[in-house]
């Protein structure tokens, strides 16, 4: 990675932070982030954009959750990354094998267990109508978010590219003619640091400007104990800088937003534990320590990534019967991470080893040198007042990726030099024309359809020609191609004016992929195209008078030539494969409750049955593990009848939020419990590698008071309250390597608002 990069773009950052600081006050997002509850103590119209249209959420014929407010606020406290929605909401499940970067999203099972950089996923991060493709800008940040929406299901009409199994959208608070803004600073466990502020308002009565900023550190914590690598905090710290500037313009019948933002991130990668699980079981070592590691490649252990973009929404009134809207944007992003992949020192054909069994050293590194994504969207949406209305777009979608992999000798008279170079080339192009239309057949019934075309092409290229050893020149070249029509039906039911029934049949699919990561092998696979049907039924209600909301959603879908990846097994490398079939059905709740005047809840539940169906596909297994699978001639793992890796069964999520006036301010205590059942890491399953149940509790407390025109809080949060550690991931090539979950986190945090 450049360091001329790195160095204007920290210091681009640094003048933001800055700026704002000496800015004056802040203040809070906005109105709804105020509290759960109305103050006519009924729960409040939760708006969403979900079809590209403000609409009431109750009435949208798709099961979609939305996150916001106190929940919100909660559940990213302690500095977390994008990560912290695990299992917060019905059927959506995220981790990730990189830390605070790359995150894989799973909706209803689906998801995409691939590390590689030009890894694609069928769950989509679309952020302020823009897609977030690659998975190193998914990581972008969480902060000065209004609103996060979880639209679960196929979404291929509307939005598009690789959305068979749903999408996450973020939508950020927009600039306003009122001057308003906030700035929020904590302090917690392993001396981290977490600022957020923005501060925004008109700066003539038509343009208007919004400033946020984010700056998160955090002290390295992990001490390094391998013999003769002994090393006091050199793992688990980071520090991450990001900020967004926006511009809007009002006219009559125009506005224009502009939108530039920014990421800086400089850490260490996620620690990898040798054997840190115990054989013949899915349990922890005994006494396991989460700031201890034993690396023999621990001082060069690095993770830096640099990602900006912008974007300009245009939007035109013509008449008063039709809305031109228009996006172009445009995303960068580079990274460079390097781990010590077997998590321990030694070898077994080395002196010394530890701890337990290491057959080999394994210490390698990802980067993306340079990623440019460029995409264009125009669509045209009809205003009528009666019975019809439709929506008609093209998207167009442009990506330049390469990609660099290494792999180091860890021994030697020079431990840490590259013994292994491939560079990987992906160019993307793809473009598609949709259109949806609604149509109110009664009162009570309405009709939507949707259609969309979209081609798909890809030029991609392996060359391990610059390798300083082994393997052998070698280039490799793919350009897989294919084009889909995507279609959904569904209708929404007025049964009463508070119950609102809607059914919904969809259809999408996700263009080939590639893996072309050949430090250790001479293959270059391809997965082809996978396409899903889905069917899904479901209720909205509003019941005792506003005061409780319940909706609820059961589903079935069929996904053909399903995009599956190899992980690890014989080396340290993925292999793409295509399932023949696999079905997927179960249920979601997702319900509100207005308890008392001072107290609200929120409770969800989702079950997610997966099975996979071939009997033909089979991948190999584990160095160390013991597998359950019935094998074939080759020692490989029959997968036919198999759930899907990291789909767990049973998500269930659990909120109380409590309020009430004391002295001149209010009182206020937010608790949450989410549970995620077992889950099985790789592909095939066996006794280590699968996941125990995981529950985190967390709690925040505070007091909140106003003074003038500005409001004050201060507060105390705790997140995983009863510090419950367990193996969430694995690396299973070399020995039983875990990644575990995030430690106890407790912290304070002071906040200042003005409106």
């Known amino acids: 990675m450049k360091a001329m990069k790195r160095t204007t773009l920290a210091t681009l950052i640094n003048a933001a932070l800055f700026s704002a600081a000496a800015g004056s006050s802040f203040s809070s997002i906005a109105a709804e982030q105020q509290g759960p509850a109305a103050k006519d103590n009924s729960l409040e119209v939760i708006q969403i954009t979900a079809r590209k249209r403000v609409e009431n959420a109750q009435e949208v014929p798709v099961a979609v959750s939305a996150l916001q407010g106190d929940g919100l606020e909660a559940y990213s406290s302690a500095g977390m990354d994008i990560r912290f929605m695990n299992a917060k909401i019905p059927s959506l499940s995220i981790e990730s094998s990189f830390g605070r970067s790359f995150p894989r999203f799973y909706v209803r099972g689906l998801g995409n267990t691939d590390f590689d950089l030009n890894a694609s996923q069928p769950v989509s991060l679309v952020v302020d109508e823009v897609v977030q493709e690659n998975a190193i800008l998914k990581g972008f940040p969480v902060f000065d978010v209004a609103r996060v929406e979880v639209l679960r299901g196929p979404q291929g009409t509307l939005f598009g590219r690789n959305t068979p199994a749903g999408l996450v959208k973020f939508d950020t608070v927009k600039p306003s003619q009122e001057f308003e803004g906030y700035g929020s600073v904590s302090y917690g466990s392993r001396g981290a640091v977490d600022f957020e502020g923005a501060v925004g308002g008109g700066l003539t009565d038509r343009l208007s400007t919004r400033v946020s900023l984010l700056w998160q550190e955090k002290d390295d914590y992990i001490d390094n104990r391998a013999p003769g690598f002994e090393q006091e905090d050199v793992l688990g710290g980071y520090s991450e800088k990001a900020a967004r500037v926006q511009f809007l313009y009002e006219g009559d019948d125009f506005t224009g937003l502009f939108n530039y933002h ?6 260490t990668p996620i620690a990898f534990r040798a054997n840190a699980i115990k054989a013949g079981s899915n349990d922890l070592v005994d006494n396991f320590e989460h700031d201890v590691v034993y690396h023999d490649a621990a001082s060069r252990a690095t993770q830096q990534v640099e990602s900006q973009g912008a974007s300009l ?21 580079e990274i460079y991470s390097r781990a010590d992949i077997d998590g321990g020192y030694g070898a077994a054909f080395l002196p ?17 040198p340079d990623q440019d994504q460029y995409t264009q969207e125009l669509r045209l949406s009809s205003n009528f007042a009666g019975d019809f209305n439709y929506q008609v777009g093209v998207f167009y979608f442009d990506e330049a990726l390469t990609i660099e992999n290494f792999s180091y000798d860890t021994y030697g008279a020079q431990p840490g030099i590259l013994n292994g170079y491939v560079i990987q080339q992906q160019d993307t192009e793809a473009w598609a024309v949709f259109g949806s239309a609604d149509y109110t057949l009664t009162d009570d019934l309405k009709v939507t359809v949707g259609l969309r075309y979209s081609d798909d092409e890809k030029e991609f290229s392996a060359n391990r020609t610059q390798s300083p050893v082994g393997g052998g020149a070698l280039i490799l070249t793919e350009n897989p191609s294919d084009d889909h029509v995507s279609w959904d039906i569904s209708t929404n039911y007025k049964v009463s004016d508070d119950i609102n029934w809607y ?20 293959e270059v696979t391809i997965a082809e195209s996978e396409t899903v049907t889905s069917f899904e039924t479901g209720i909205k209600s509003d019941i005792l008078d506003g005061r409780g909301r319940v909706n609820a959603a059961v589903f079935y879908y069929t996904m053909d030539d399903q995009q599956l990846t190899a992980v690890g097994g014989g080396a340290n490398f993925n292999r793409l494969v295509n399932a023949d079939e696999t079905t997927g059905y179960g249920f979601e709740v997702d319900t509100q409750w207005v308890l008392t005047d001072n107290l609200n809840a929120t409770f969800n539940l989702s079950y997610n049955n997966t099975e996979l169906k071939d009997d033909t596909l089979a991948v190999d297994v584990c160095a160390q593990c013991i597998v359950t699978n019935p094998v074939n001639n080759s020692g490989q793992a029959i997968l036919d009848g198999n759930s899907l890796p990291h789909a767990p069964e049973w998500i269930s999520n659990l909120t109380l939020s409590y309020m009430r006036p004391m ?10 419990v989410s549970y995620r059942s077992e889950i099985n890491y790789f592909l095939y399953e066996s006794v280590e590698f699968e ?51 995030e430690e106890r986190y407790i912290g304070a945090e002071f906040k200042v608002s003005f409106f």
């Open 262 to 267: 920014l990421r800086d991130l400089d850490g």
């Open 313 to 333: 929404k245009l939007e035109w009134d013509v008449n008063d019967f039709y809305t031109l809207t228009s996006i172009s944007a445009w995303e960068s992003a």
């Open 352 to 368: 010394e080893m530890g701890p337990g069994v290491i057959p080999f050293p394994s210490e390698s590194a990802d980067g993306i």
């Open 503 to 522: 059914a919904r049949v969809a259809n999408s699919f996700r263009a080939p992929s590639i893996q072309g990561r050949i430090l250790f092998g001479n």
């Open 663 to 672: 002295g001149e301010g209010d009182f206020f205590t937010y608790a949450d």
């Open 691 to 741: 996941g125990k149940p995981l529950t985190e509790v967390g709690l925040r407390a505070g007091y909140t008071w106003y003074q003038g025109d500005n409001e004050y809080e201060v507060s105390a949060f705790v997140r995983n309250m009863f510090d419950e550690q367990q193996a969430i991931g694995a690396i299973d090539f070399n020995n039983n390597t875990a990644m575990v979950n």
